[in-house]
């Protein structure tokens, strides 16, 4: 195998995808590699979709893309180990021609996605892990190696869509490698039950879906982040942290899912569920700062390879897909001016990503991720907490005087975190949310 | 009540997590190897509790040892220990390793 496609791409995830889609719709060959026995079948995610992206590619997707349900409504908890504090959105608007949001299963999804890139005119392999970039003799990359026997492949422009945990750029030397306090180990559990208990049980009609994100003690003395989304007749449920936080704390990540399956508030909402999977993903957290270079002579990276995730916002998939699409674009119109896929001209997609979304947000929140880090204990512990305790002292009538009861609050805010503290934490959370 | 949850906790099997997974495993072709050690790296070490999978555990002469066939292939490992250069990571060849289903 020594053909010459226009472009190759690493990776049928959604920038993958995105990127393989938009080039082989301009008329480039395109050839892309997937590891996995099929499209999907290596990909883990909550799993949301974000109609916006997916949109802009392919606006027709609701016609035959496997949708489980659009979401109307979001409830955020905050735990402590025996209740929580949540605040929730629910609105009818959500119920809309063309939803906003939907819960999806990766596999299913990623295998129609894949069947749209091949309709485009993309040639797919499957089976075929890559094993490094080939560089010509002044550095530009020209090419990918494969497992496969003479597994060789050249093209104008290598696009690495290959994942968080992408060794092909790492072991080139495109990008640093990934910091355990800046990724986090999120694992979950596809629970299956009647699609009309999941809908009495949700308060859900039709298609309609929900989604639970919580934050806070998981279990006894585990704190990070959980959530549960509503698929059609099943909840794809997990928690997450950083995995600079697990080996510190030497808590499971098994443990844990399972403290927080069996939270008080969360255990009925899975009674009589029957668990079909487990499996395990990093997410990027490192935000802004962490973005590597993401072109050069002969490549571009997409999508989670390039840290491009929102963890405030809980939006990655979005992200992927728009990444692509920019470098997509970016590479086809070099291509339809006979123009080389040298660094200087594939700066276009960096600039395109810089007018985006994508950047904007991201540049947003680039001092969150540190502050996250720095105040995790008192976020994730601390808080939630002091707030459960305050709600139950408000809520509970006991013959105290609501006087006594405002002031035992103030006190327990006071001494549990202290004014100074309260201020400062409050400036910081200012300034990096600006 | 803590107690209680602790003790319930204690039990929490992954084997019967991984159970419910599909997996084609390339035997005799390991895709993670730990270099041999007398006394493990914390880093190492932490991998005991830290792998999602549980793939990895101590031997009787407290080195850690790694049995690939549950992973989940998140590389959690490889990062935990890039600093240290313990473990020998890449992905399983083409078509092996674990299938999800649903992912």
């Not at chain 1, 279990?219 to 942290?241: H, R």
């Not at chain 1, 976020?379 to 006991?398: E, K, S, T």
Request: hydrophobic share 35%; charged share 25%.
């Amino acid at each position: 195998m020594s053909k010459t496609f226009d472009a190759i791409v690493v990776g049928a995830g959604p920038s993958g995808n995105a990127a393989a889609y938009t080039m082989a719709k301009r008329g480039l060959r395109v050839l892309q590699l997937e590891r996995g026995e099929y499209p999907g079948s290596k990909n883990v995610q909550g799993a949301i979709l974000y109609s916006d992206a997916l949109e802009k590619l392919v606006p027709d997707f609701r016609e035959d893309a496997p949708l489980e349900r659009h979401i109307i409504e979001q409830r955020m908890w905050m735990l402590d180990e025996t209740s929580f504090v949540g605040m929730q959105y629910r609105s009818e608007e959500f119920n809309e021609e063309r939803p906003n949001r939907y819960t999806i299963i990766r596999a299913e999804f990623d295998k129609w996605f894949s069947r749209r890139v091949r309709e485009a005119g993309a040639v797919v392999l499957c089976e075929t892990t890559v094993t490094g970039l080939i560089k010509d003799g002044k550095g530009k990359v020209i090419g990918v190696r494969t497992d496969r026997a003479d597994g060789e492949l050249f093209a104008d422009v290598v696009v690495l869509g290959e994942g968080v945990n992408g060794l092909v750029g790492q072991s080139a030397g495109l990008r640093s490698e990934l910091k355990p306090k800046e990724v986090a180990l999120a694992v979950k559990e596809m629970h299956f039950m009647p699609q009309e208990v999941l809908e009495n049980r949700f308060n859900l009609k039709g298609d309609e879906g929900l989604v639970i994100e919580a934050m806070g003690t998981v279990g006894p003395g585990l704190s990070g982040m959980g959530f549960i989304y509503t698929n059609k007749e099943s909840l794809s449920v997990g928690i997450g942290c950083l995995v600079s936080d697990f080996t510190e704390s030497g808590a499971t990540p098994y443990d844990m899912i399972e403290a927080f399956k069996n939270h008080p508030s969360i255990k009925p909402l899975l009674a009589g569920s029957e668990a079909k999977e487990y499996s395990a993903h990093l997410i990027p957290e490192g935000g802004y700062k962490a973005i590597p270079e993401v072109y050069g002579d002969g490549w571009v990276i997409v999508g989670d390879a390039g840290q491009f995730v929102n963890s405030v916002h809980r939006e990655g998939s979005n992200m992927a897909m728009t990444t692509g699409l920019l470098a997509g674009e970016t590479i086809a119109r070099l291509h339809r001016t006979r123009e080389a896929c040298t660094k200087l001209n594939l700066a276009a997609y960096k600039t395109a990503l810089d007018d985006s979304y994508v950047m904007k947000d991201l540049k947003k929140y680039k001092d969150i991720p540190n502050y996250l880090h720095e105040n995790n204990k008192t976020l994730l512990g601390l808080y939630p907490r002091l707030l459960g305790q305050a709600a139950q002292n408000w809520f509970r009538v006991d013959g105290t005087d609501k006087k006594t009861k405002e002031n035992e609050i103030l006190a327990s805010f006071r001494k549990g975190r202290s004014v100074t503290g309260l201020i400062g934490d409050a400036l910081k959370f200012a300034r990096a949310w600006r | 009540m803590n107690a209680i949850e602790l003790e319930s906790e204690a039990v929490v099997n992954v084997e019967d997590k991984l159970y419910t997974n599909r997996y084609q495993v390339d035997a005799g072709h390991p895709h993670i190897t730990v270099k041999p050690h007398d006394k493990p790296s914390k880093a190492l070490l932490s991998l005991t509790t830290t792998c999602p999978a549980g793939c990895y555990s101590l031997n009787d002469r407290d080195q850690v040892e790694i049995a690939v066939d549950g992973c989940l292939e998140c590389g959690t490992c490889r990062i935990v220990c890039a600093a240290t250069g313990d473990i020998e990571w890449s992905y399983p060849r083409g078509g092996f390793g674990v299938l999800f289903k649903f992912g």
